[in-house]
């Protein structure tokens, strides 16, 4: 059973270490969209290292977004999507290693390169691990989360907007503890218990939208 | 449970729905007038919030009635998956704007009445933003149902976002508790504390009745349009000679 979900994650990361520019162009993305912010807002150190955490979250969860609109529709187009349905293991875990391959390709590098940015906000190395963190549990329930929406807008009209408009509630709780944990940490108290929370929704994702990804698969199948 | 699949065909529906619709208009009518009457001039104005309280009036109800409606599409989505029943479909679809609509009602009266007693249209704290949250799950939910030229398709697809939206309500129901450290206590809604005098919860109750009454019967009515509207669709798909 396993055997499947390796081969898949395998197949999904060859596809992007021969086109590396699709990743790149996510990365991109976000230095760009992180840059705006204190052009446009202006260069006062302290303000910038108070809206820091929330950017450098937000402009993330955009960049995950992404590349979401092709998480599916590629496999769909070319019928690897049908073989899927009638491979003999369970949907739920192609399900579970598509979006394990979208954390690896855009949630992984952008907890690492978030910090980086963060440099350029002022924030201090506490903070900077801080963000790291947060990320790195965080941005798994982007991926789950944006699966879901992937697949229910899977062969829709104006699939693009539509998937933010699905995704993007639900991934605000999120968002408020990844970019609250930074600031819990300036205002000195302690990083676990917003760790401890994004982690929990993290595993309540794990949990959950495997089932109903496969449940959107299967219709958009059929 | 067994009642409820008898109503599941759509035609039977149809013919209780017409039965039942005069009667429940008129009677929301009433009940609505009496109803507004009694929350504008017979209850008395708070001695804290003034004339304000009577915002309350709507607002209060309306919370109730959005995050029933979203059960009620998380339900409605559950029978679709579950038991395929064609009319579920159907009612999601004509339920879906009616909760939104009191989402609506609930977040303007609410900013309406936070202008005077907190002194901001809007503050970011945990229940109102889960209630946007709620706002712009229901616009999810209607995007998506009718984003797929097979409105099958959209049917099913909103159906499990509503499955996994239905997450929020517990959130909304419990923000208030959960997350009054990390809030100023300030903007905690004054009507948890448990002593409303009677001559408020009353009006209070009754509003709820009788917006109620106007969900059910707002409901009822747009579904019962969805199912002539899928007929006259599929009869002019016939027409066209179908070619299957």
Known sequence: ?????TALLARDLRLVWRQPGDVGVVLAFYVVAVVLFPLGIGPETNVLQRIAAGVLWSAALFAALLSLERLFAADHEDGTLDLLLLAPWPLELAALAKCTSHWIVTGLPLSLLAPVLGVAFGLDGESLLALFATLLIGTPTLSLIGGLAAALTLGARKSGALLALLALPLCVPTLIFGAGAVETLAAGEGLATHLAILGALALVALGT?????????????E | MADLHFLANPARFRRFSQRVLPGLGFATVLMLCACLYMAFFVAPADYQQGQTVRIMFLHVPSAWLSMMGYALLAGLGASLLVWRHPLAALMARAAAPVGA???AVCLLTGSLWGRP???????WDARLTSMLLLFFLYLGHIALSRAYDEPERGDRAAAILALIGVINLPIIKFSVDWWNTLHQPASVTRLDAPAIHNSILVPLLWMAVSLLFLFVFLVLLRTETEIDRRRLENAAAQEEGAPA
Request: charged fraction near 5%; proline fraction near 4%.
């Open chain 1, 1 to 5: 059973m396993m055997g499947g979900f």
């Open chain 1, 209 to 221: 939208t495997p089932w109903a990804i496969a449940a959107a698969l299967r219709q958009a199948g």
């Open chain 2, 117 to 123: 007693m907190w002194g901001t249209y809007w503050v």
């Open chain 2, 101 to 103: 609509s009191f989402a």
